[in-house]
């Protein structure tokens, strides 16, 4: 268990839908990122939120927006959802100790199913 | 933008015996991480071993072990003893060294493990 914790586990919808992922991190960690998983691919980064400010932006469409809450817990936001939308989501979170490695921590992922 | 390559999509291996698994990466940055991560069938992405790219000696974590090649930006991962729990797909990820920052996959590597 990394102490990373994402909901829904699975989520099935239809075409035209929104729907919302959400991430709790782990305590203490101020950085969430999320990255998108397509069917046996590898992962890609979509966004990264530090501290409830957005810091850094990947190939995140524009019918997808996150943001980072006070209690530091993220949500992921999509929108006219499509067929190929149909994903893997992880969410990850890292402390931050300025210039210095910090490790990513890896939640167990939504299952985002679009029919 | 940095690129990391798997061009091994698929290995299989005997139980008991050693495998290698093959990543390439492209930056030009000087300071960085490389890392492999294993994706069992939970999904769950754990990471099983990272190498700094300014230390020389190789990364070794029981039976898995590195052979990190900074010249040739070579990073391969080397299985011994493989048991059938390691079935999983392995993903190689670059990440600068630069305090919080995202996280660049391969496609993967799918390992079979032949009892």
């Known amino acids: 268990d990394s102490g990373v914790t994402q909901t829904p586990k699975h989520l099935i919808t239809a075409t035209g839908q929104r729907v919302t992922l959400r991430c709790s991190p782990r305590?203490?960690?101020?950085?969430v990122y999320w990255y998108q998983q397509s069917l046996d691919q590898g992962l890609q980064f979509l966004i990264q939120?530090?501290?409830?400010?957005?810091?850094a932006k990947g190939n995140i469409l524009e019918r997808f927006s996150a943001q980072q809450f006070p209690d530091l817990h993220s949500e992921l936001n999509l929108s006219s959802l499509e067929l190929g939308d149909s994903a893997l989501y992880f969410c990850?979170?890292?402390?931050?100790?300025?210039?210095?490695?910090?490790?990513?921590?890896f939640g167990p992922g939504t299952r985002l199913t679009v029919l | 933008a940095q690129t990391v390559t798997q061009s091994q999509p698929e290995m299989s291996v005997q139980e008991a015996e050693t495998v290698t698994l093959s990543c390439t990466y492209d930056?030009?940055?000087?300071?960085?991480?490389l890392f492999w991560y294993k994706q069992p069938p939970s999904r769950q992405m754990i990471l099983v071993i990272r190498?700094?790219?300014?230390?020389?000696q190789n990364a070794t974590e029981n039976r898995f072990s590195v052979n990190f090649q900074k010249a040739a930006k070579s990073f391969s991962l080397k299985i011994s003893d493989s048991q059938l729990g390691d079935a999983a797909m392995y993903f190689c990820?670059?990440?600068?060294?630069?305090?919080?920052?995202?996280?660049?996959f391969g496609t993967g590597t799918r390992l079979t493990i032949i009892p």
């Open positions: 939120y530090y501290n409830g400010e957005e810091r």
């Open positions: 190498q700094e790219a300014y230390k020389q």
């Open positions: 305590s203490g960690d101020l950085s």
């Open positions: 930056t030009s940055e000087s300071d960085y991480y």
């Open positions: 990820a670059y990440g600068r060294n630069f305090g919080n920052e995202k996280l660049t």
């Open positions: 990850a979170s890292s402390v931050d100790h300025g210039s210095s490695y910090n490790e990513q921590f």
